[in-house]
């Protein structure tokens, strides 16, 4: 592997990919000049997952959560209007509101795993591996264009959670619970989504990654070797929208999985506490 230069930056080489892609038919040397910039791109991606992927313990709903769920059916949804709820930094939904969007987060994040990372991992495989996808004139850009919509779909969701620039996290009861009624679908919408968590496979999306790093690389190390004569505008395109597009997914990803986490967590002590507070 040669040594990257990390001060070498994503979106620079990509306008440099695209100003060059206009008036050049032969990319190799682009390559040499921009690879290393789509390299750090999607690396620094990879970091920030590794950190975001890490934090506490999801709690388990444990088996009296049905006494619980009695207790607040019984109980009129007045008495618990002075009732604190500490919820994530700028958080202003109900709970139910943000299980909701953090399930379809979920769905989003195996989708990347099993489409958007696999399709791209090919793609270099086969640039690498065939003469003819290296002067290939087929665009890709139909595909960059869907995950842009699935990822600006789940962003926008998530957004729409918190009140921006706030670090406010006191809530109260009645502003996480609609209705007492709610709790059933909270506790069932809790157990599934902590669930559903708990199976994206975060390792191997960071395998993944990692071979698509490498195999970046691998370009990068034969055109800097010469060892590639010719590619062709619309193939180095392709794998520069595709590591742009896989260094954001990643980075959503990241941010999906620590939000789904934080909300998970905080319904947990919110759960805890209310047995606590009712002796339950």
Avoid: W
Avoid at 167 to 195: A, G
């Amino acid at each position: 592997m040669i040594k990257i230069d990390d001060s070498v930056s994503m979106q620079l080489s990509i306008e440099t990919i695209a100003l060059e892609a206009g008036v050049l038919s032969n990319m190799v040397d682009t390559v040499k000049r921009t690879f290393p910039g789509l390299i750090n791109g999607v690396t620094t991606a990879f970091t920030n997952l590794d950190s975001n992927s890490s934090i506490g313990k999801i709690g388990e709903v444990t088996k009296d959560q049905q006494r619980l769920i009695e207790f607040i059916q019984k109980s009129d949804y007045m008495d618990f209007d002075t009732y604190k709820v500490t919820v994530p930094e700028g958080f202003i939904a109900t709970y139910l509101e943000a299980l909701e969007v953090c399930e379809n987060a979920i769905d989003y994040m195996q989708y990347v795993k099993d489409v958007v990372l696999k399709e791209f991992r090919v793609y270099l495989s086969v640039f690498i591996s065939n003469k003819d996808s290296k002067i290939s004139s087929k665009d890709n850009t139909f595909k960059y264009k869907e995950y842009k919509s699935k990822r600006d779909a789940v962003n926008s969701s998530f957004g729409k959670l918190y009140r921006a620039n706030s670090y406010d996290v006191n809530s109260t009861y009645h502003k996480v619970i609609r209705r007492n009624s709610d709790f059933y679908s909270l506790l069932n919408s809790f157990n599934k989504v902590s669930k559903q968590l708990k199976e994206v496979d975060i390792d191997f999306i960071k395998q993944e990654i990692k071979e698509i790093i490498d195999l970046i690389d691998l370009i990068y190390t034969q055109a800097k070797e010469n060892k590639i004569e010719t590619i062709s505008p619309e193939a180095i395109q392709n794998i520069s929208n595709g590591a742009f597009h896989t260094a954001s997914d990643v980075e959503t990803i990241a941010a999906c999985y620590f939000r789904t986490k934080t909300i998970l967590v905080s319904i947990d002590n919110f759960l805890n506490g209310l047995k606590l507070r009712f002796k339950l």
